[in-house]
C-alpha cells in the first residue's frame, strides 16, 4: 500500500531562513508527486507537481521540489522564507489514489 | 472560475444526530473525492465519484458514513449516527476526467468542513 511520510511536525524559522521540508513515500511504481499548502483559513492550494522529466521543478512563490527517485524523496525547498509562508505544507503522491502525509506546520517568525 | 465549494464551513453536533455535508466541484469536473483529516493525522482518502458513479469508496470508515451525487454535479456526504471519533476536517476536491493527460490528474480542494461531534 502507498504510503507518504513527512519528517517534521512543526518547523519554525525565522525570515530569510532557508527552508527544506522533507517527504518519502512508498509505492512500487510510477507515481505523480504534490506538494499542497494550507494558509491559515483558505483551502488546500497546488504548491507545485512533479509528473516525469526534469526532477527538480518549481512551483509558486520561489518554491522548488527534488524528486529523487532512489530515495523515494520528493522534498520540498526555498532558499530564503518570509512570513507569508506560515502556513502548513502537505505533500501527497497519486499512483492510482492520492496518499498524503500529516502535513508540516511552518510558522516563520517575523 | 469558481473554485470547489463547501457547506457548512463547521458543524457542531451532539452524538447520535445525523449531520450532511456537501461539496459543489469546480464546473466539468467529473472526478470528486472526499478526504478527512482527524487532528493533526494525515488527510484520508474517503472515496472518488466519476460522475454519478462510486469509482472506488474503499477509504469510508463504516456504514454510517453515505456519500451521494445524483446528476452528477454536487456531492454529498452524510454521517448518521454521528460518533466522537467522526470528529474532523472533511476536504472534497474534484479534478478533470483523467484521460491520457496527467495535467489532468490535478486535484483542486476546497475549504474543508470542520466537523466537531460532542
Known amino acids: 500500500a502507498q504510503s507518504v511520510s513527512q519528517h517534521n511536525h512543526h518547523v519554525i524559522l525565522s525570515e530569510a531562513a532557508s527552508l527544506e521540508l522533507g517527504c518519502n513515500y512508498s509505492y512500487g511504481g510510477t507515481v505523480n508527486l504534490f506538494w499542497y499548502v494550507q494558509y491559515p483559513g483558505q483551502h488546500l492550494q497546488l504548491l507545485l507537481k512533479?509528473?516525469?522529466?526534469?526532477?527538480l521543478v518549481k512551483g509558486i512563490k520561489g518554491f522548488e521540489a527534488e524528486f529523487i527517485k532512489s530515495k523515494f524523496s520528493f522534498n520540498l525547498r526555498k532558499p530564503s522564507v518570509q512570513w507569508s509562508d506560515t502556513a502548513e505544507y502537505f505533500c501527497?503522491?497519486?499512483?492510482?489514489?492520492?496518499?498524503f502525509g500529516a502535513g508540516t506546520r511552518l510558522t516563520v517568525k517575523p | 472560475e469558481a473554485g470547489v465549494t463547501q457547506f457548512p464551513s463547521h458543524s457542531v453536533i451532539e452524538k447520535g444526530q445525523t449531520v450532511t455535508l456537501r461539496c459543489d466541484p469546480i464546473?466539468?469536473?467529473?472526478?470528486l473525492y472526499w478526504y478527512r483529516r482527524v487532528m493533526g493525522k494525515e488527510i484520508k482518502f474517503l472515496l472518488h465519484?466519476?460522475?454519478?458513479?462510486?469509482?472506488?469508496e474503499s477509504g469510508m470508515p463504516n456504514n454510517r458514513f453515505l456519500a451521494e451525487r445524483t446528476g452528477g454535479t454536487y456531492s454529498t456526504l452524510k454521517v448518521q449516527p454521528a460518533e466522537l471519533e467522526d470528529s474532523g476536517v472533511y476536504f472534497c476536491?474534484?479534478?478533470?476526467?483523467?484521460?491520457?493527460?496527467?495535467?489532468?490528474?490535478?486535484?483542486?480542494f476546497g475549504a474543508g468542513t470542520r466537523l466537531s461531534v460532542l
Open positions: 501527497a503522491v497519486n499512483g492510482g489514489d492520492m496518499r
Open positions: 464546473s466539468g469536473h467529473d472526478n
Open positions: 476536491a474534484s479534478s478533470q476526467g483523467l484521460g491520457d493527460s496527467r495535467a489532468k490528474n490535478i486535484q483542486y
Open positions: 465519484f466519476v460522475k454519478e458513479s462510486k469509482q472506488d
Open positions: 512533479y509528473f516525469s522529466g526534469d526532477p
